[in-house]
């Protein structure tokens, strides 16, 4: 760990906030389809309408862009520090949720058609505790596979994750900045709640083996 100016810290929290940004989903698609994923589906620019839409091959490149998008910050985050200006934690914190803000509120889009934030909030949190990851995910694979629903698993890896930080860190703060990513994520997720409420939510995969 290396003391960072403060002219660098912020310059790492902008950093954070324009790699957040980048649509990795929409690039993606537009490179390699004809689909415009904001139009179709469900119109997020995420890894589980990319993968329905244009294929589980670009899905996955979804998966893995949107995750970075919140490990590589993190990772950046924790290799300098602006001390004593500011504890480690908090600025390790602030980065991620840097990160996680524009992936929700991408400038390039005009603050518009963001992802849902799951995927980059794991990316972050992966870096600053992986056992926490590891439960998170563990639960997410156990409800979507009990549910057939990605956005099943989705809500219980976010609900696992603050507890999971907390209990594997030991430091509040970490634990209040998985909680917020938790908070939004439901929030974006709020239409497919009452579709998962009323049975209507699309299938993982369905009984007659299509998408």
Same mark, same amino acid.
Request: include cysteine.
């Given at each position: ?5 403060? #002219?660098?810290?912020? +310059? ?7 790699? +957040? ?7 993606? =698609? ?5 689909? /415009?994923?904001? $139009?179709? &589906?469900? +119109?997020?620019?995420?890894? =589980?309408?990319? $993968? ?13 862009? /949107?995750? @970075? ?10 290799? %300098? ?19 996680? #803000? ?12 963001? &992802? ?5 909030? %794991? ?5 600053? @505790? ?14 979507? +596979?009990?549910?057939?629903? %990605?956005?099943?698993? @989705? ?13 594997? =860190? ?20 709020? /239409? ?20």
């Amino acid at each position: 760990m290396m003391p960072a100016t403060l #002219f660098a810290a912020v +310059g790492l929290v902008v950093f954070a906030y324009l790699f +957040g940004s980048i649509p990795f989903g929409l690039v993606l =698609t537009r490179l390699f389809t004809s689909v /415009d994923i904001r $139009r179709e &589906g469900s +119109g997020n620019i995420g890894a =589980t309408n990319v $993968r329905r839409l244009a294929g589980t091959p670009l899905g996955i490149l979804t998966l893995a862009g /949107d995750a @970075s998008k919140g490990a590589l910050p993190v990772y950046l985050a924790q290799m %300098v520090t602006p001390a004593p200006i500011i504890a480690q934690e908090v600025y390790v914190s602030v980065i991620a949720l840097a990160a996680f #803000f524009g992936h929700l509120y991408p400038l390039y889009m005009k603050l518009k058609n963001g &992802g849902k934030g799951v995927a980059t909030a %794991v990316g972050g949190l992966a870096v600053i @505790s992986p056992a926490a990851v590891v439960i998170a995910l563990a639960a997410f694979l156990l409800a979507a +596979g009990l549910s057939n629903r %990605v956005s099943a698993g @989705s809500l219980t890896a976010a609900a696992i994750l603050p507890p999971a930080i907390w209990w594997a =860190t030991r430091m509040p703060v970490f634990g209040v900045c998985a909680l917020i990513m938790a908070l939004l994520i439901y929030a974006r997720h709020r /239409d497919n709640i009452k579709r998962l409420l009323n049975g209507t939510e699309p299938q993982i995969k369905s009984k007659s083996g299509n998408r």
